[in-house]
């Protein structure tokens, strides 16, 4: 057996500690670079990276640091690198069969007719995966060598790296049945044809110079798949069996995070792989299991979740806890890819020293894996220092000024305030006072965030710009949006949002509790990142937050203006969120942070209300019977959110790229208007669940993909309508794009738009409604 480091991690953040790799793909994309370029960019940040994780402590030369870069998705790459492209792309591949770059990002983001792979939800993450489309025509074939590439680059620099790609079960398990598959396929049925490309990788990984390599099956910790656990155990045993029996191979480690693995594991351990990650944060220590004699568990103690710092002598209990099943050896990881988190606490100048202490970000908590390493190897004594330091930081955090708000906590909650009138009384209320057409046409919320919006926050941000000359130009967006969106027809508008940075931090930046950070950055998808908040003590509204402009906005139409608010949901899964009190107890605080700026907006004239909820489907726990105790208070944060809401008052939610059968039911329980939802990119299959259940209220099925820079034909947007109106009372139905259009340009949005106006227009005349 290959020897494997003692301290390891399973993947770090790969868009650079400036996001020079959202800055180098975005140029190419423009046109303002080339293919060259781009390539030179992303060679020196995987070199940058082995770099800093070798000075950081990890090996050079045994595997410890893993080959994880990524151009846009981890996913996305399996699929290319197995040949598992839909049938709408294989003109893309170069003449000896092979998937180049520009055909890897067309793939991804779409070109002309040709509609991208559907998006959704990375386990219970708010990482983005690209979904493959796998038939019984797909044909499986070794068609990229990109990361066989980039091992042979980090020998060159003298490195010994674990290349790191998502394993055949959970590239099956994730994937849909392609458009010319029969109804009910199955991808996973695949897998037989699949593993042989595998065991092909791994040997070409293998003479590149790779002694280790990970496979990332993290579906055999779900229970929220449509394949069962059984099934997908079975799966892994059948495809390690062959790829672990391979002669010409590295040593595997298959890394299974986000939850237990429980009965899983014992198949892992009956596998012939070298080496099994187990998550030890969001999962327990496993059962002793036969087979375990000549198996490496790698522990992952350290969160790679979250950005507390945490209690380090625990994590070095669970290790020990670890080695007591018998193991041939221990060693200390991450729970999860680094993936999820910042680069590095030191970059934050401007965050208070005291909360720095509590902190870990990724770089930190590579240090703390390589610190639980020597604690593995000399024992307890050997690190004592660095326990205790960890123990007294955390001490200090339990004690601190602002963790426990007694004003926030003394707040009373009656049964009452959990519910609003019947949605019945509802729908005859607003009817009457909103007089709005069928099929009201509306977006999300946000408008596209231009570079001259972008240019005046940051001037204001460096006291180049007065709060004056600052409002009076966010006054001039306003205005435009508004206006923009009188001449296009919408029914419902919203101001656009320019005064925002980002859905979650413009409330952390007015909420008691949160901090916000200056690089704080992590990939959401793609090229997009954002800044997660840090929610680091009670929560409490000092003063209303967004009255005024959705008030100036109000005063600049007839028509009715969205009041613009983040739910408590979104606001924790978007946050790195305390872990110091039960996730419900931290919901309720911001809902009634929302409660009270929902009554200062209805006071204020507001007729709708939108409280958007896109991270409902994303926080859903991974084991069955946690579910639905987080069902529970989930919903009932936005009951208490909302709850207060006049008859009159028409609230609406936003979720989006999420596998909404899953959570019908809950989104039901909202109780919420009208709700929008992702349906573009999954060619409106949606309605299906939604006509299935009986879902009664509102509902606004997106029409137009955003995250795609393709503009959508009035006949596509007119043919998902219909599917629609098929399917779902006419009554119910709103028509809107899939998410807000922050990340779009004013050209695509406005042809997309008008396309949008047009295709409802038609579908108004052919259902005999009057415009």
């Known amino acids: 057996m290959t020897a494997f480091p003692q301290g390891t991690i ?3 953040p790969r868009i650079g500690r400036r996001r020079e790799l959202k800055k180098a793909v975005e140029s190419f994309w423009s046109g303002r670079s080339d293919l060259q370029q781009l390539e030179q960019t992303a060679a020196g940040l995987r070199a940058a990276t082995r770099e800093r994780l070798a000075t950081l402590g990890l090996g050079r030369d045994d595997s410890a640091i893993p080959e994880s870069f990524s151009y846009y998705d981890q996913v996305l790459d399996a699929a290319v690198t197995v040949g598992a492209i839909p ?107 699949l593993v042989p490309v595998y065991v092909e990788l791994l040997a070409r990984l293998k003479a590149a110079g790779a002694e280790w390599v990970q496979l990332d099956e993290p579906a055999l910790v779900s229970e929220s798949l449509p394949t069962s656990v059984e099934k997908l155990a079975d799966a892994a045993a059948r495809a390690l069996d062959v790829i672990g029996g391979s002669a010409e191979r590295p040593s595997i480690l298959v890394a299974a995070p986000y939850a237990s693995l429980e009965a899983t594991f014992s198949v892992l351990v009956a596998a012939p792989i070298e080496a099994i990650a187990v998550d030890l944060v969001r999962g327990a220590v496993p059962a002793a299991a036969a087979g375990l004699a000549d198996k490496i568990l790698v522990g992952g103690v350290i969160d790679g979740h979250n950005i507390w710092r945490g209690d380090l002598s625990d994590a070095f209990e669970k290790l020990d806890a670890l080695g007591q099943l018998g193991a041939a050896s221990v060693s200390a990881s991450t729970s999860t890819s680094l993936l999820h988190v910042p680069h590095d606490v030191t970059d934050e100048s401007a965050l208070d020293e005291r909360l720095v202490s509590w902190l870990a970000f990724a770089d930190q908590k590579v240090e703390q894996v390589v610190t639980l390493a020597r604690g593995l190897a000399g024992g307890r004594p050997a690190i004592k220092e660095a326990l205790d330091a960890a123990s007294a930081a955390l001490d200090d955090r339990r004690s601190a000024p602002g963790v426990r708000d007694g004003s926030v906590r003394s707040r009373a909650l009656a049964e009452g305030d959990f519910s609003r009138a019947a949605y019945a009384e509802r729908e005859a209320a607003q009817q009457e006072a909103l007089g709005l057409p069928a099929l009201p046409l509306t977006t999300i919320g946000s408008f596209p965030q231009t570079g001259d919006i972008r240019r005046a926050r940051a001037q204001f941000l460096r006291g180049e710009l007065s709060n004056e000359d600052y409002e009076a130009f966010l006054r001039r967006e306003i205005d435009s949006v508004v206006d923009l969106q009188e001449e296009l027809g919408l029914d419902v508008l919203v101001h656009g949002e320019p005064e925002r940075n980002d859905m979650v931090q413009y409330f952390a930046e007015n909420l008691d509790g949160f901090t916000v950070t200056e690089n704080g950055w992590v990939q959401s998808y793609g090229s997009r990142a954002t800044r997660p908040s840090i929610l680091w003590g009670d929560v409490s509204r000092p003063a209303p937050i967004t009255v005024g402009w959705s008030t100036y906005a109000q005063s600049k139409t007839a028509k009715h203006m ?135 209220h509102g509902i606004g099925p997106g029409v137009y993909d955003i995250h795609s820079p393709r503009v959508p034909t009035v006949d596509e947007i007119e043919s998902l309508l219909r599917r629609a109106v098929d399917e779902i009372p006419t009554r119910q139905l709103w028509v809107n794009p899939d998410c807000g259009l922050k990340t779009r340009g004013y050209d695509e949005t406005t042809a997309s738009l008008r396309n949008i106006v047009e295709a409802t227009r038609r579908v108004r005349e052919d259902v005999n409604v009057a415009v």
């Not at 070109?111 to 995966?129: C, V």
């Not at 613009?564 to 009190?581: C, E, H, K, N, Y």
């Open 87 to 193: 049938a709408r792309f294989e003109n893309l591949r170069e003449a000896d069969g092979t998937i180049g770059l520009p055909a890897y990002f067309t793939i991804a983001r779409g070109e002309g007719e040709r509609a991208p792979l559907e998006m959704t939800k990375w386990f219970d993450s708010n990482y983005h995966y690209l979904v493959p489309e796998i038939g019984p025509e797909t044909t499986f074939s070794l068609s990229s060598d990109r990361l066989v590439r980039q091992v042979e680059e980090a020998v060159a620099a003298g490195f010994v790296t674990r290349p790191v790609v998502v394993g055949p079960v959970t590239l099956l398990a994730l994937a849909k049945a392609s458009d010319d598959a029969p109804e009910g396929f199955d991808p996973l049925s695949r897998l037989d044809d």
């Open 562 to 696: 969205k009041g613009m608010l983040t739910g408590p949901v979104t606001i924790l899964a978007w946050s790195f969120v305390r872990d110091d009190q039960p996730l419900a107890d931290t919901a309720n605080q911001v809902a009634l942070a929302l409660r009270d700026e929902i009554a200062d907006l209805e006071s204020a004239g507001i007729a709708v209300i939108q409280v958007d909820e896109p991270a409902l489907r994303e926080l859903l726990p991974l084991k069955k019977a946690d579910q639905p105790s987080y069902l529970d208070w989930s919903v009932a944060s936005f009951r208490l959110a909302t709850g207060g809401a006049g008859t009159a008052t028409q609230v609406h939610t936003h979720l989006c790229y999420s596998e909404f059968g899953v959570v019908i039911d809950a989104i039901r329980a909202l109780d919420a208007d009208v709700t929008s939802i992702e349906a573009a990119r999954s060619r409106m299959d949606v309605v299906t669940d939604i006509a299935e259940v009986g879902f009664d």
């Open 10 to 12: 399973l993947g770090y």
